[in-house]
Every structure is written in structure tokens, then in C-alpha cells.
């Protein structure tokens, strides 16, 4: 079989290897049999079942359950040198080694160590939703290595780009590692997908100021793989995710992740970024065709009079249209905001009650008749839930007036006119995988000069 | 620059692409032995689950039985071990073997990369070539971002528009300073003795469809016209606390709901000048713990009270029944627990003289549980109950009638239409005409009585003893309906379906007339009011009909809320329960 397996890999061009055709067949097998072998390994988690213990009439007594403690002290700190230490990794890899082997490499020691080690948790997603609950109540104390785990990768980007999504967020990497035949996706896609990490980020943090839930964790898709456990919901939608990652870029990095959202904010500003050889760019494209992620902004050319004409009216008119949107978007939240108040599990119990008391809910709840039976005033219970209502309604204008700025923008970045004239990374979008280093010609030529001269050493010729 | 052309270049796969080829398919096939193995082992180790294992579930079933049976608890411990140990071994091997897929998994991934990959040709840039495709492209994106600002910013407004938040209603109510009626202690409400007069009985609206249930008000003052959002011909809209689909009764100035919730029952009065909630009382304990085996589609307080003008009855389906006074003071009350009816309880309450009529059929008709209780109204004691009815559970409320020269109660049930005497409940005749679910009630009138449950029949009440096969007039199959009761104006009868579809038959010979298509959903029974005929659907529209032998459609109003219960009739004003409000219409000056 391997003999026949190289005869077809050694056929002539004139027999059609490297024909399209063949193309699609090699890569939908490819993507069938990953298809078919995630979907497989998601049933193996229905495995880790729970089922009620025996009933022992013997006198057996059940012995007290127990939470699991708190990982230790050291091990906490270990984690959170860990990520500093992965963070200045990956930094070095992708501004001054610039190899994508050697990123690849600390992706995988990512995989295992923030995913299938630590499972997940505590992670810097998620922990934006800690920073957020501690501000507002004050009966929540955030732990260090949590605001470690939000901080250190902000100010890594502030520094030097998205290097925390290069190699060491392990939601990302997991999608970077199942990526086998991207394509591109057209700009209008990428660009309307792109406004929903802001809506995201602004639920999760209106749902953790609010102390309700936090939505960043409940909708983690990855996290069930990595524990091997989970919801069949969530692991569904971790599967579609990676299933999705096969042929698209880091889906849920570029159209969903919240922190993503940060960092796209912050990155923008860093005072380091992934950059290429602007100096000597042939315009070859190959850092775009390299791209997985549609993050190299392509050169604007010289657009015709009457198209600049009409650019600079839609500047104006983006411009404009940022305030309304923001007070639009506002008005929205605050109409959305009574029935995201129902996540809140105060708010959700007054409103049982409420439509028990009204009629409207046929059948009580273990949770209405436990507090029924538990003799507290309904009234206490209702006038929280009115106050914390009135908080989302707050939240409401807030969260839809930010995701109205984030439109408004936008809007006004696809307006601008454009004077690029070489091709670039956008450091907002671009996650420093490296890939784009490996095809740029002149980036090849530079790294085998470094190499020679580290190899040949020069010396002063004197006559 | 010319275009690459790929397939003229023989190298353009990855160096490692032989190897990876190889090592993919290796990994392939590893992989796909590995989820083989694993979904063999998986479908195997189902008849191994202790949760949902059939044998086990049996018998932890035979036990709740005969909880003293050693031999069957051995029994039961001993295969729940041997469950146990097979799925915590499976379990194990599950574990083992997917660690054993995963890295598999990471071989078979980066083996395919390789395998995969085609060398990247250089192309020249698009919007060098064609700087205006660049806005193009933009212009694109720009309606796209607007689009999904726009789809969301629908989602919200659909959200927002669709939510009704009961708390509203109840930080509403809590802020009122009129919020609770129940405050003041009322004063004990002088009681005739004396039972209500004939006269009495037909100037209001005593019970479910009005005197002797016939659904035909007496008074024809009524205004057949209205619009809600204008206020014309709207005298008053008062909320209900608690909703239901029972229908509203009226006595003078007085008029009677019932309401109830998982865990409430309420009896209300409204003043009908100015439709002020006088009082609303709770029958039984609030935080009784509701029945767990019911569905979330079941209404509570579906059986309309009663009043004789000295007292209101009112019956929940909690097996519940309190007396009131007009002042709102609990009379009585008395209880038969739970009552074996698939769909709960919804006879309504009618009363003879003194005595209150309380049809109860439960059960599958051979346990012996259906009867009728004829309770004192005075005390709520039982002043006769019937001989246990060969009927299975029913929703059909009973009626007085008097022909025969003597006054029956007639009663409906699956497979008999029953006649007693309602002084001591004994039986007078019976036809076997009934069949299926019995949830129409019957009507008297031209003489006869017509009960639509299969068929429409037309019994004449004058028999005695079996009269299966010598008392019935006429019967009708078209039309039939599953929950409207049917009325009659003496010259024809009226059926209605809950898919709203008239069919008029001639009362004296039973010959269909016509039939119409209102396209409406209806629970409410129809009434006629004058020559009219009133029908209100359940969206809240109600269109008049003339009554006549063809079909005339005369108007239609609007209550603008959902709508199940009858209407009421009284001297100038037609009451309608919504779901959320009563409404009296009667004429205003708008």
C-alpha cells in the first residue's frame, strides 16, 4: 500500500496531481475524517456520567460531602509565573526570533498546560468577569493570580501586540492547531462577524457587575474538551467550533472571544507589533495568501476622483452617525435589559413568584416552593429584584451605547481613506501566529543573512 | 508579473509530504479502529446502566409495593452491584481509550497538515490593480456592520416588546395604597333565609351561562358595539389578580370571579357601577404545594361559581369549596382532596332552593367515585348525594329544568344523560346517548333538552326509567363541538367549535340550517342576546350573528385581550373576563 500511496504522491503533473480537483478531495477527506474523530471523542465525555448512589438499607451513612480545596499557595504562583514567563516567550518568538516553528512548539506546551493541565481555569477570559464583579460589590474579593491572569497579557499587548494570543492562550491555540486548509473569508463577513466580541464583552460585563452569571464561563466551548466533561450543549458547540476551526481561522478568537476584544483595543496602540519587511516589499502577497486570518491589510492603490469623493462623504457621514448609534444602542440595551435581568437568579425567583402570584405560571418551582416554605417576606424579595433591575437598566444603556460606539467605529475605520502602500499585519486582528513570517520572501532572504553572518563572522580587513 | 500557473509545477507540495501521507493514514486508521472500539464498547455498556437499567427500575417499583420484602431489596442490591461494576469498569476503559483516540488525534492532525500542503504562489495585489474594488469591498462591509447592528438591535426590540414581567404587576400593587381590600374586617352580611324567587333567579346572572345554564340573557339593552381604545361603550375595565378561565357571575350590584395559581385560589367581588374590586378573598392555604404530576398547559379555577344572591359558592379544582357572604366573610368551606380528573375539575356549581348542586365525576366510571353532592348552602353539609354515576370524569356543569311538571336536574356524563330530582337526588330517567370526553354542557329549551358531545341530541324530559330508545327527539352529527356548551333561542340551536365554526339546527326538527366558518378559535360558550347571537373567540374578538335561519354577520368588537370564559348579562352591561381584566360594556357616552 505505501509503494501505491508514493506512485500517486510521484504522478506526472499531466496526470492531474495538483489539480484542483484533487485539491478539494484531499482536503474534504481531511476535514471528514477530523470531522469524524472530534465528533467521537465528544461521545467518549458522555462517558463521565453521574448516577444516584445505591440506597443501603445496612445503616451505611453516606460520609459528608466535601468540596475539593483550594489549589495550593505555591502552585497558584507557579501558575501565574508560568504565564509571564509564556508571555515573554512568545514575545521573544514573535518580534525577535520570528521562526512560526518554534511558536507552534509553545502552543502545544500551552495546550497541555493551560488546558488539559490547569483545564481551563483559571484563564484570562474568564477573569475579566472576576475584575468586573469585584468592582462592584464589595463583598467580592478577587484573587491575585485571577487579576494576574487579566492583567499580564494586557500589558503584554500594550507593549508588544497580541502575543498572548499568539501562543499561550489555550483557547486559541487549540483552534491554531486543528487549522488544516483555511479559507478567506470576504471582507464584509469578517467585518460584520467582528462587531460581536464587543457585544459579548458588554453582556459578560454587565452579567458580572450585576452578579449574575458569568456568561464568559457558562459559554466557554473549549472548556468541556479540556475537562473531558461537560454539558452536551457546550460540548456541541466546542465541537462546532473546532469542526469550524478546521477551515477557518480561530473562529471563536476573531468572532467571539471577549478578551479578544480588549486586546484588538489595546493592540492597536502597542508599542512593539508583528511587522514585516515594509522596506522591501514586492507586493508578492504571499504574507496574505499565508494569512489564515485576514489580518494583512493589503496596499489602498489610487482610488479615482469621483471614488475618493464619495469616501470622504461616507467619512463624514460615519462620523456623524457614531453619537446616534451610541444613543440608539443605548435606548436598545435598556429595552433588553428586563429580560437579561431574569439571569440574575433574585430577579428570576421574584419573577416565578410574581407570576404564581399573578396567575401567569401554572406550576410552582422547587425554587419558589422552597422559599415559600422558608417563611420570608415575598415583598424583600421583590424589592431587591427591583433594585437590581433598575442596575441592568443602567447596564443596559451602558453596555448598548459601548456596542454602538464599536459599530460607529467601525464604520468609520471601512470609511477612511486609506495611504498604505505595502503590505502589513493589522495589529488589531493580527493573533502574531508567525505564518506570514515563513512565506515573505524578503523575510526568508533576511533570516538566512542573519543566519550567515552568525555562521561566518566578519572580520576588518586590513591592506 | 505573469500568473503562476500550478499546475505546471511539479514541487509544490510540503517536503515531509510522502512521510506525512503515510503516517496519516497510519494515524487514520489507528484513529478510526480506536472510535470503532470505543462505540462498540459505548453501545454494549447501555444495558449495563444502573440508572436507567429496566430490570432494576422494575423492581425498585415491585418495592415501593412491599417495602417489607427482604428477598426483593437482596434482589435489588445484588443486580445494582453487579450494574455498578460493569459501568465503573466501562467507565475506566472509556477513559483509557480516549486518551488513546486524543493522541492519536495529535498525530493524525499535523500528519494531515503536511499531507495537505501546496506551496504558497505569489499573486499580485487586487487593490493595486483596481483601487476602486477596494470601496467596493468597503462599501460592502459598511451595510454589513450596519446590518448586524441592525439585527440586533431588532432582536432587542423584539425582546423587550415580548416580555411582560409579572413584578411590574406586583411592585404595582404593592404601591397602591388600595392594594388590599382584605385590610378592613367586613361586617357580617345580613342572609335572607329564604331561597331566591323565580323572578329573582332570571333578573341576573346567577351561574355558568346564566339562569338554568341556557347562555340566553334576559335583557336585550344591551349595546352590541364598542372599541376598546377609544373608550365607547367601555364603562369599566377592572385587573384580576389571579387569572382563570372561569366565567363571571352577577347578582344586583354585584358581580363574582374566581382566580387561582399554583399555589392560590381567590374569590372576587366588583362592584358594577364602577368596577372596584369590593373584596377578594383566599380560600384555603396559599402555600399548598400543587400537584406534581400536572402539565404546564393546565388551567386552575376553570368551574364558574355560583350565588343565590344570599351567599357565593365557589369550587377550585383543588377538590375546594367555600362559601362567602356579600361582604366577603368566609361562610363555610369544605374539602374532598384531590379529585381523579385527568384534566381537573371544571363542573361549574349550580343550586336548587337551598341546596347547592355539586357535580363531582371522577375515575374511569367503574370505581364508583362520581356523584352529585347536594350540599345545604346555609352550612355546606350534605343534604343528599346521588347513587355512585356509572360515568367516568366529566366537565359538563349540570341544569335545573322544570318540565314534566316537576323540576329536574339533568346531568351529563359518558355514556349517560341523567335526570334526578333535585330535592334528594334520586333518578328519574336516564338516556345512553353520550360518548367520549363530556365537557358541553346541556341547554333546555323548545321543550327539549340538547346535549352536543358526538352528536347533537334532542331528549325529550318527560320520560322515566331507560328512555334510551323512545325519548330521543332528533340528533344531528355535523358541527359537533368539544368544549362549547350549545344555546338555543327555542327556534333554533347553535353549536359552536373550538375551531369556530358555527352550525345552526333547527330546534323542533334538527335539520341543519347552515354552517360557518368563523376561522376564530373559541372556548367561550355562545350566547344570545335579543335576536342576536354573540360569539367571542379566543384572541378577544367577538362577532354578532344574526339569529336567523341563514347566516348574517351583523358586527364585530374587539376586547383586545385573550378571552375563555362566558360572558355575563346583566341590565344594561355585558361582562367579559380577559385574561387579565373584566370589562363592562354597556352604553356611555364614549
Same mark, same amino acid.
Given at each position: 500500500m505505501s509503494r501505491r500511496i508514493l506512485q500517486k504522491a510521484e504522478s506526472t503533473p499531466a496526470s492531474g496531481k495538483n489539480s484542483p480537483r484533487r485539491w478539494w478531495m484531499s482536503s474534504g477527506t481531511a476535514a471528514a475524517v477530523m470531522a469524524a474523530l472530534l465528533v467521537v471523542a465528544a461521545g467518549t *465525555?458522555?462517558? *463521565?456520567e453521574r448516577f444516584p448512589p445505591p440506597d443501603f438499607t445496612s445503616g451505611y451513612t453516606f460520609p459528608t460531602t466535601t468540596a475539593p480545596s483550594p489549589r495550593e499557595g505555591w502552585l497558584q504562583v507557579l501558575d501565574v509565573v508560568v504565564l509571564f514567563l509564556s508571555l515573554a516567550l512568545s514575545a521573544y518568538l514573535v518580534? *525577535?526570533?520570528?521562526l512560526r516553528k518554534y511558536i507552534f512548539a509553545q502552543a502545544v506546551f500551552s495546550i497541555f498546560y493551560f488546558g488539559f493541565y490547569r483545564k481551563g481555569c483559571v484563564c484570562s477570559v474568564g477573569s475579566v468577569q472576576d475584575v468586573t464583579l469585584a468592582m462592584f460589590n464589595n463583598g467580592y474579593a478577587v484573587p491575585w493570580t485571577v487579576l494576574a491572569f487579566f492583567l499580564l497579557p494586557l500589558v503584554f499587548a500594550v507593549f508588544f501586540g497580541r502575543v498572548f494570543c499568539a501562543s499561550v492562550c489555550p483557547l486559541g491555540v487549540l483552534q491554531d492547531v486543528v487549522l488544516v486548509k483555511p479559507i478567506p473569508l470576504p471582507l464584509w463577513l469578517e467585518k460584520a462577524l467582528g462587531l460581536i466580541p464587543f457585544m459579548f464583552l458588554g453582556a459578560g460585563v454587565l452579567l458580572a457587575a450585576t452578579g449574575s452569571i458569568f456568561l464568559f464561563c457558562e459559554y466557554d466551548p473549549f472548556i468541556s474538551l479540556y475537562r473531558r466533561s461537560g454539558s452536551y450543549n457546550m460540548l456541541m458547540l466546542g465541537l462546532i467550533f473546532l469542526l469550524a476551526g478546521v477551515i477557518i481561522g480561530r473562529p471563536y478568537c476573531r468572532f467571539l472571544c471577549p478578551y479578544g476584544a480588549l486586546l484588538n483595543i489595546i493592540s492597536r496602540f502597542s508599542w512593539r507589533k508583528v511587522t514585516l519587511t515594509p522596506q522591501d516589499c514586492v507586493h508578492c502577497q504571499l504574507c496574505d495568501v499565508a494569512c489564515p486570518f485576514g489580518a494583512i491589510a493589503e496596499p489602498a492603490g489610487i482610488p479615482s476622483e469621483p471614488v475618493l469623493r464619495k469616501r470622504r462623504r461616507w467619512l463624514v457621514a460615519a462620523i456623524a452617525l457614531v453619537p446616534i448609534l451610541v444613543i440608539a444602542g443605548g435606548w436598545l440595551g435598556a429595552q433588553i435589559s428586563g429580560p437579561m435581568s431574569r439571569l440574575n437568579a433574585k430577579v428570576a425567583l421574584a419573577w416565578q413568584l410574581a407570576s404564581e402570584d399573578t396567575g401567569r405560571a401554572l406550576v410552582a418551582t422547587e425554587a419558589s416552593q422552597a422559599f415559600r416554605n422558608s417563611?420570608?417576606?415575598v415583598k424583600e424579595l421583590y424589592a431587591e429584584a427591583a433594585r437590581i433591575r433598575s442596575q441592568f437598566k443602567l447596564g443596559g444603556w451602558l453596555w448598548g451605547g459601548f456596542v454602538g460606539l464599536a459599530a460607529g467605529l467601525q464604520l468609520v475605520g471601512l470609511a477612511r481613506i486609506k495611504h498604505r502602500d505595502v503590505f502589513e499585519p493589522d495589529p488589531a486582528t493580527c *493573533?502574531?501566529?508567525?505564518r506570514c513570517y515563513t512565506h515573505c520572501p524578503n523575510e526568508i532572504i533576511r533570516l538566512k543573512r542573519e543566519q550567515r553572518a552568525r555562521a561566518i563572522p566578519l572580520k576588518l580587513v586590513k591592506n | 508579473m505573469a500568473a503562476p500557473n500550478p499546475s505546471a509545477d511539479a514541487n509544490i507540495g510540503h517536503p515531509w509530504k510522502p512521510v506525512a501521507i503515510r503516517v496519516a493514514w497510519v494515524a487514520g486508521i489507528y484513529c478510526a479502529l480506536m472510535v470503532g472500539l470505543l462505540l462498540f464498547d459505548y453501545a454494549r455498556s447501555q444495558k449495563y446502566n444502573p440508572t436507567n437499567h429496566p430490570e432494576l427500575l422494575a423492581l425498585k417499583e415491585k418495592l415501593v409495593k412491599k417495602p417489607n420484602d427482604a428477598a426483593l431489596a437482596a434482589k435489588i442490591r445484588s443486580l445494582d452491584l453487579e450494574l455498578r461494576v460493569h459501568y465503573l469498569q466501562y467507565l475506566r476503559r472509556l477513559s483509557q481509550g480516549s486518551w488513546m483516540l486524543f493522541f492519536g488525534a495529535m498525530v493524525l492532525m499535523p500528519a494531515l497538515h503536511f499531507a495537505t500542503w501546496r506551496k504558497k504562489l505569489p499573486r499580485p495585489g487586487k487593490y493595486v490593480l483596481q483601487p476602486d474594488l477596494a470601496e467596493a469591498d468597503d462599501n460592502k462591509a459598511r451595510w454589513a456592520v450596519a446590518g448586524v447592528f441592525a439585527l440586533a438591535a431588532g432582536a432587542a426590540l423584539y425582546l423587550g416588546s415580548r416580555f411582560e414581567n409579572p413584578l411590574d404587576v406586583v411592585l404595582a400593587r404593592s404601591a397602591s395604597p388600595q392594594a388590599s381590600p382584605q385590610q378592613a374586617p367586613p361586617s357580617p352580611a345580613v342572609i335572607p333565609a329564604n331561597p331566591p324567587s323565580a323572578g329573582e333567579i332570571a333578573r341576573n346572572w346567577p351561574r355558568f351561562r346564566g339562569p338554568g345554564g341556557s347562555g340566553v340573557s334576559a335583557y336585550t339593552n344591551l349595546t352590541l358595539n364598542w372599541n376598546i381604545q377609544t373608550g365607547e361603550n367601555v364603562i369599566w375595565k377592572t385587573e384580576v389578580p389571579l387569572t382563570g378561565p372561569s366565567s363571571p357571575i352577577v347578582w344586583n350590584d354585584r358581580v363574582f370571579l374566581i382566580g387561582a395559581s399554583a399555589v392560590k385560589r381567590e374569590v372576587y367581588c366588583f362592584d358594577v357601577p364602577s368596577g372596584k374590586l369590593l373584596w377578594q378573598k383566599t380560600v384555603g392555604t396559599p402555600s399548598t404545594a400543587p400537584p406534581k404530576d400536572e402539565g404546564e398547559e393546565k388551567q386552575h379555577s376553570p368551574s364558574t361559581p355560583a350565588t343565590d344572591g344570599r351567599r357565593v359558592y365557589a369550587m377550585f379544582d383543588t377538590g375546594e369549596l367555600a362559601a362567602f357572604d356579600f361582604n366577603g366573610n368566609q361562610l363555610w368551606y369544605r374539602q374532598w382532596g384531590k379529585l381523579d380528573n385527568p384534566y381537573g375539575h371544571a363542573a361549574s356549581l349550580d343550586f336548587y332552593k337551598n341546596i347547592l348542586l355539586v357535580q363531582l365525576d371522577q375515575g374511569d366510571g367503574e370505581d364508583g367515585k362520581s356523584k352529585i353532592y347536594g350540599v345545604d348552602t346555609a352550612t355546606g353539609k350534605d343534604v343528599w348525594v346521588t347513587e355512585p354515576r356509572p360515568v367516568p370524569a366529566s366537565w359538563a356543569t349540570p341544569i335545573i329544568i322544570q318540565a314534566a311538571g316537576k323540576d329536574q336536574l339533568i346531568a351529563s356524563g359518558n355514556p349517560w344523560m341523567i335526570s334526578y330530582n333535585?330535592?334528594? &337526588?334520586?333518578?328519574i330517567w336516564r338516556a345512553k346517548i353520550l360518548n367520549g370526553e363530556i365537557t358541553p354542557s346541556p341547554v333546555f329549551a323548545a321543550g327539549l333538552i340538547f346535549n352536543a358531545n358526538d352528536r347533537l341530541w334532542a331528549v325529550k324530559p318527560? &320520560?322515566? &326509567?331507560? %328512555? =334510551?330508545? =323512545?325519548? %330521543?327527539?332528533w340528533s344531528g352529527e355535523d358541527g359537533i363541538p368539544d368544549i362549547c356548551s350549545p344555546v338555543s333561542d327555542g327556534k333554533r340551536v347553535w353549536l359552536l367549535t373550538s375551531s369556530g365554526t358555527i352550525t345552526c339546527y333547527s330546534a323542533g326538527t334538527g335539520k341543519k340550517l347552515y354552517e360557518k366558518d368563523l376561522e376564530l378559535e373559541c372556548k367561550a360558550s355562545p350566547s344570545v342576546v335579543g335576536d342576536t347571537l354573540m360569539v367571542v373567540s379566543e384572541k378577544g374578538t367577538v362577532v354578532f350573528v344574526k339569529s336567523g335561519d341563514q347566516y348574517q354577520e351583523i358586527g364585530r368588537a374587539e376586547i383586545g385581550e385573550h378571552v375563555m370564559a362566558s360572558p355575563a348579562f346583566a341590565d344594561g352591561r355585558i361582562f367579559i373576563r380577559g385574561k387579565k381584566h373584566l370589562f363592562c360594556f354597556g352604553r356611555n357616552k364614549g
Open positions: *465525555v458522555f462517558g *463521565v518580534l *525577535v526570533k520570528r417563611g420570608r417576606p *493573533v502574531a501566529c508567525g | 333535585p330535592a334528594d &337526588g334520586k333518578e318527560d &320520560g322515566q &326509567g331507560d %328512555v =334510551t330508545k =323512545t325519548h %330521543v327527539a
